[in-house]
């Protein structure tokens, strides 16, 4: 299962969850997370104002969101009314998330039918290696046409 490459900050941060968020940008790795894309290019940035275009603005979970937003915005010396400008509109930002799943579940089920070609063949590749024919005259694999 793929979580879309997302880091374990852009993880806490995409689920509001600001306690985990300060311990992750406290750490020697705050760096390379807030750099960090997913396999969408996304940043832990882009993805919490993502969430926050998802969220509900009546929600204790939006307001936690801003609040990450802000932090992040410390952390990497962004002003925060820039961050504003930037976030998507809903409608948007529910149909890129549509397009986002789609893609994970065609990368999951790909990954699973390549697992399953390997498999089969590995199959096969025993079968060819250690298969011996009870009756091998039957099963010759040379015919000579000659004899009668």
């Not at 290019?41 to 882009?46: A, E, I, L, S, Y």
């Not at 919490?48 to 952390?75: F, G, M, N, V």
């Not at 976030?87 to 579940?105: F, G, H, K, M």
Request: glycine content about 4%; hydrophobic content about 35%.
């Amino acid at each position: 299962y793929e979580e879309g490459g997302r880091s374990p900050l852009q993880l806490c941060a995409v689920h509001g969850r600001m306690d985990c968020t300060k311990v992750l940008l406290s750490t020697q790795d705050a760096t390379h997370w807030l750099e960090r894309k997913d396999s969408f290019g996304r940043t832990v940035m882009q993805v919490t104002l993502d969430q926050i275009a998802l969220t509900s603005p009546d929600t204790p979970k939006h307001e936690e969101l801003w609040a990450i937003a802000e932090l992040l915005c410390e952390a990497t010396q962004t002003s925060f009314h820039h961050a504003q400008q930037h976030v998507p509109n809903s409608e948007q930002a529910a149909t890129d998330q549509i397009n986002r799943n789609r893609l994970v579940r065609a990368r999951c089920l790909q990954a699973q039918e390549s697992a399953r070609a390997e498999q089969i063949l590995q199959g096969q590749q025993a079968i060819a290696r250690w298969y011996q024919p009870k009756h091998p005259e039957l099963f010759s694999t040379s015919f000579d046409l000659t004899q009668q």
